[in-house]
DNA sequence: CTGTTAGCGCATTCAC
DNA sequence: GTGAATGCGCTAACAG
């Protein structure tokens, strides 16, 4: 019998099967776009999904409203079983509708509370403090930090990190926010303008958004002949593999992206099954990589030494 | 009526449409693995078929047959309407079967040929030719190759192309061919075999059939206090977004996977769309990209300068 | 032009 | 145990 399905070629019409059952076996994905770090959470999922047998569909927002509205309303039509969603900041409508539907919907990227939902999320004030700190203790004293804190949470979250651990020092610390997309194109833009600075007036470390903007930065810097870390310290924020293998290795905080995916994924597969979910939101804590693209701040030598 | 729809908050029901409809509008992706250089073919596609209002169900096959077979049956099952496939190398049977099924199949990075099929490929032996040669070029005699000669059809014809180009030159030429499976970490315990050899018994230049492989290659040698490109030269190929921007601005060959995901899905869209397609097979020809991790082999100064 | 109906392929149900 | 009937939600065809 099963020999007789297969020697004539049958295959089951999954849309006939799904129209009947009532229930698919198809999840979603929906990025904020293909960088690194998404790739990697798209990674997790996928892997984790694979194993249990579920179809997914991926879509990105490209960080466009009505494109994330677009995907959204696409994966509701076509009756996902569940959805893993890295929100546009912007977002919150088409997610409350689908939740209302019944669906479970796993956020990543963006701590919730209450006993609903269920998130997976990583503490980037925390991580943004680790970051500050660290240039902080180097001795540095005029600090950028490039990011659109007007647009991605996760990076107003870090940048919130950065301003906590400044005002947790005392106060003799300039910080300039440049703001920038996300991109190694914009941080490319950045570093132009920061090359551009006469010596005295520039930031003596740099502080990027995500690692992304560092690889530009990078790269103009070195360009214009603008050594790191001798010149000016850079640091990033993600630790995407790339990230140890800069032409200056840079140091940055790491954000579990696989285990964010695997994760997610799997409190989808458990809620699903309809079981009562460990924890509804996860937070992972962020850890400081310290690399080569970070030094002391060469004309303000460490405390104690010289008066 | 529309409001009134929007409203009620009724989502038509994409499986029930597609059941009585009897096409779908949902394309599979089945790809390799989740490395840059086919993430960047994913990137294509999907911001090609997204603009037509497609939905793209995306797997991948972990270079593994078992897993092709059960990714092209859930594809199967789906009843997607075309399928864009970068096969692995054993594969065939099933994507005979879904095109004799009647669904239009774009194979990507294999040639094809014949006025059935559709595909689109890079000419990867010349593209093998052409890192040879700058390698040649260079005064190099002994050359490695690093890469899965068994495994991967692409990684072959890069083979194929350097003996070629070996070849023609005459025959004082060294190659060691090295297996690798096509990721970083395999080139990182290349690196290290290399690293442990003589000097003298050394090869001067090292080729690897992807960047990734490079990438691991360049750490470990550099970590053993090898200098490229003054001690050993390194080439990769393929020109993934981080080549330039690594420790050593990688020398290697570009292929434009970008456009061979957005060619690959508007190939599908003609096809689904019944016209007849421009052209049934594309080729995108290879283009060396010469940065700084290749260098004149030190010993064997141009011919013509000393005797 | 609006309203009714039939049937896509499957899984579940009920009859045998 | 095997076999026929039903209906999931849509859309195309048809009737009024």
Redesign the pocket.
Known sequence: MEDAIRTLG????????H????YSSTVGLLLLDWSPAFTDIARGVDDTTAARGLTVLISNSTRDTTREETSLRLFSEQRVAGLIVVPHDTSGEGLHRIRAGGIPVVIVDRAETGDQGLSVAVDDITGGELAARHIIGLGHRHIAFVGDEAAALPVQDRLTGVLKAIAETGGDIRLDVLPADLTAEAGRETGEQLAAMPPGKRPTAVMTGVDLLAVGVLQALLQHGIRVPQDISLMGYDDIPFARQLSVPLTTVRRPHYDMGTTAAEMLVTALSGQAPQTRHVVFQPELVVRESTAEHPTRPRRGRNP
């Open positions: 049958f295959v089951r019409h999954e849309a006939a099967r129209l009947r059952a009532g």
